[in-house]
Nanobody, 115 residues
Framework: QVQLVESGGGLVQPGGSLRLSCAAS????????MGWYRQAPGKERELVAR???????NYADSVKGRFTISRDNVENTVYLQMNSLKPEDTAVYYC?????????WGKGTLVTVSS
């Protein structure tokens, strides 16, 4: 089994920054990519950012230029640096790991952007 543990969520004012981390452990084999999704109240879960083993990235249009995803391949950890946060970024953020033949989700970390 694989475990994903997210950290770094919290309450931040509009315009502020947060850095999320997700550490993967357990029966990790070939990781294809890691990424972040989010789900706001009453909305569907959506992809925020994804990074491959070769550090190719893609972002949701709503976060381009504000969020940066990065990855530590040795520690099997993925990060999401979130800058210029807006109230509409408020959501539970979930880490996801894609391996060659399976994928796993973290339990989520809450990000609240409010004054």
């Amino acid at each position: 089994q694989v475990q994903l543990v997210e950290s770094g969520g919290g309450l931040v004012q509009p315009g502020g920054s947060l850095r999320l981390s997700c550490a993967a452990s357990g029966s990790i084999r070939r990781i294809v990519s890691m990424g972040w999704y989010r789900q706001a109240p009453g909305k569907e879960r959506e992809l925020v950012a994804r990074i491959t083993g070769l550090s190719s990235t893609n972002y949701a249009d709503s976060v381009k230029g504000r969020f940066t995803i990065s990855r530590d391949n040795v520690e099997n950890t993925v990060y999401l640096q979130m800058n210029s946060l807006k109230p509409e970024d408020t959501a539970v953020y979930y880490c996801k790991l894609w391996m060659y033949d399976s994928n796993y989700w973290g339990k989520g970390t809450l990000v609240t952007v409010s004054s």
